[in-house]
């Protein structure tokens, strides 16, 4: 398995030695989109969000360069711009903030994006309807050709709870196959993707995660956490010859339509299980291509002295893609049955999986964030955020001043009120995976948690009055990164499989405090608040222009405004 690994990374490492030179230039530099040297312009004639402190809005805008150089009245913008300044009527549209994604995996997830068959929800109801389509697709792909699919949600995609060897063997026997679940943090192969792999029935659980094996000890295909089926999609030739600075480039074209201008990458490392993301999230953003801004965490699984010895700290990069923090991972996922939970699932007894214990957690927040490191923990299970809640405290205890850390906790699914007391007496963010609620809450109630728990998904509101900064994420490829859906999520709560039921109506936000989730939190989370995230002086220039503004349409019709206009770094890099 291990030399599995070590193949993929020499055939990664190519890829990373050409592209070497570019980003060592790019490292630390001024981003290559900021070359422009046009004169002011001035925005005016529609609704300006500047979501600032006040949330007030502006009569005008002007930009200079990449750079917001007035805001205010028309008078004074206009004066502050000079004569000579264009002017742009914004035909009574709306003016927002560049979206800001708090929680994406856009490095790793291009590639899967472009080399795996979507065969989730939004195409396929049923597990049947999911087998068929790989039937179909056995019967049109040669003998020996891999065939991988992602986005599989047994949770949600009524049938089997999960593929086994049996299932595949009764499809084919020719091919390697593997499925991503939807959550990323399970997987199912069949015995000729695993083989692939090296991983055969001597194998190893790695830390923290499992092969899972049925009561006679045999392997099943179902694997569990990241770190364990790696080394199958490694060993899937379009996964690792793709080049992944186009699939990444290409995939933020996608996501600038929607309006995103800054996301994350909350895995980094995860495409080549090296370092090697980093350069490629260099070269990419050296090309001047990038339409997004991307901050990115390093991830704890190669180990944090793998990032030390490739010299990568907290800030490297530049106004285009940045390291903001270092990513570890208390559990699994709810839907997965892997969340670590206070209390076992409904129906069984398993309480899910701890990825690291309480000692690893401290120890690594510990070391980290004395280095400087920003942290950001995911955590969905109550259990899972009782240690991420004791790791910080006991981080805290040893002297780290977290506010110098800037602790969030990574979908933050199930709060208690107790553990909201501690998040706010801790100083410790929240981010919100909100199609929890829309694609999963009807499964979270009936199958996983039960009415009652199920109260406490995405407490978005208590967070708010709790006085606690949060955003609202997709965890692409979980959900998509769609912006002004998201915020409709969060203000309405509806269930996509039950459009009348309203999921804990009591947490539901208003449409301010939704955007402010989606553009100036995800700004402080991600350590870009002086930068981006709402429209003040000084700041670099991202933002959207919509046929209309959030605040004024029902709230059910809030995916239905369309994104006319996306401006980064004080270019329009999407027109629609
Ligand atoms: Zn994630």
New binding site residues.
Partial sequence: MIAGIANRRDVLKGAAAVIGAASLMSRGAVAQTTGQTTGPTVFTGGTILTVDEDFSEAEAIAITGNTIVAVGTEADVRAAAGQGAAVVDLGGRTMLPGFCEA?T?PISGAIVDATMEYIGMARFRTTDEVLARIAERAAETPAGEWMVFRNFDPAVQEGVDELTFADFDAITTEHPIFVLNAS?HLGYANRMAMNAAGIGEDAEDPEGAEYVRDADGKLTGVIKNQVAFVPVVMAYPAFSEADPIDAFIGLLDKWSEQGVTTCSD??HGALTQSPADFQIMMAAASTGRLKSRIRAYPFYSMGAETWDAAGISMGDGNPIARIAGYKLVADGSNQGFTGLQREPYVGTDSRGLAYMDLDWLTGEVIDRASKGWHIAI?GNGDAGIDNILDAFEAARDAGIDLSDARPRI?HCSILHDDQIQRMRDLGVGASFLIGHVYYWGQFMRDEVFGEDKAQLLDRAKSAEDAGIGFTLHS?FM?TDPVPLHMIEMAVTRRLWKEPDYVLAPQERISVETAIRAMTINAAYQMNSETEVGSLEVGKLADFVILDTDPRSVDPDRIKDIRVLETWMDGQQVYSA
């Fill in positions: 929680h995996h990323g909350l895995g995911h990574e965890d979980v």
